[in-house]
Every structure is written in C-alpha cells, then in structure tokens.
C-alpha cells in the first residue's frame, strides 16, 4: 500500500482528534501502519520533554500544560505523518484555526464504552469523577469536536483494527481526489 504523500510542504496525512480513551492513539498507529507512514502523538511528545501531564497540570497548571500542547500540536502539524492530538487541544483557539485545512477525524465512544478504558488511568481533568467526569467533558467538547471534523468513527463497540482499516481506505481514496 502506498501512503498519502503530498508534493507540497509537508502536512499531516490525518488529525485524530476525540475525547479521552476515544482510540485516537491506538487507531491513529494502526492507521500509520497501514499507510507505511509515521505516528505522532503529541501527548507522548509532550511528556518525553515535561515529564507526565499529571505533574505539569499539578505543577505548573492546565493553562500551562494548554500552551505546550498547542506548541506541540503546531509542531506535528508540519509532519507528513498520522498526527493524534490530545482530547482537550482542540479547546485552545490558536489550534482550532490550524486545523483548518486539514483532515480531521474525529473517534466517539459512549460513557459505557469508555468506563473499562479509564480504570487506572492518569487523566489530570477526570482523576476525581471517572465516567461522570468524562461525560461532563465530552458534552462540553463535542460542539468544537464536530466542527473540526471531517469524518467521524464510533470506537464503542467494534474492534479497532476494522476501524482503522475503514479509515486507511478512506484516507487513500480522499488522497486520489
């Protein structure tokens, strides 16, 4: 198979964008795989230089942790590679506007879904209210999640190697267009 290449500037092949435990990670390297091409995940970049985002949110506060995500996402964005961004970076305004342009997906899952994906995890803006926390947050994101997107997966109930399959072909058939 043959990856997406653009003879442009470098830019993403894909955004993955979604709430917390959506898949994005996951699917986003099944997806590169597929593609024969790079993964980036901001987050893990964020927490190879600062140290884990729980500490920085603890620390030094969500604005701070908000900026260096941006910086980051801007980074990735100038990659050829399957880019998966962090669930709260679209909040910030500076990386709403960079997304524009580009191909954005966007993982869902259900709040029933998603409750065996967040036991024992580190996630600073849930660490105290679990699924009902998660729901609050989705609500509050899902507006700007779907604006972004250009395509949307529900990650609740199939298995994720059928879902990045579907999304690898659709990447290839948008790159012939």
Do not use: C
């Amino acid at each position: 198979m043959s990856s997406p290449v653009s003879e442009a500037a470098p830019r993403p092949i894909a955004i993955f964008i979604g709430a917390p435990s959506s898949g994005k990670s996951k699917i986003g390297k099944r997806v590169a795989r597929l593609l024969g091409s790079d993964f980036v995940d901001t987050d893990k970049r964020i927490v190879a230089v600062h140290g884990p985002i729980t500490e920085i949110f603890a620390s030094m506060g969500e604005p701070h942790f908000r900026e260096l995500e941006r910086e980051e996402v801007a980074r990735a964005l100038i990659e050829h590679a399957v880019v998966s961004v962090g669930g709260g970076a679209v909040m910030h305004p500076a990386t709403r506007a960079a997304l524009a342009g580009h191909r954005v997906v966007l993982l869902t899952t259900t709040a029933e879904a998603v409750a065996s994906r967040l036991k024992g995890g580190n996630r600073p803006l849930l660490k105290d209210g679990g699924v009902e926390a998660w729901k609050r947050l989705v609500e509050q994101r899902t507006p700007v999640y779907e604006s972004l997107a250009t395509r949307s997966w529900d990650t609740s109930k199939r298995p994720i190697d059928e879902i990045a399959a579907e999304i690898a072909e659709w990447l290839q058939q948008e790159e012939t267009r």
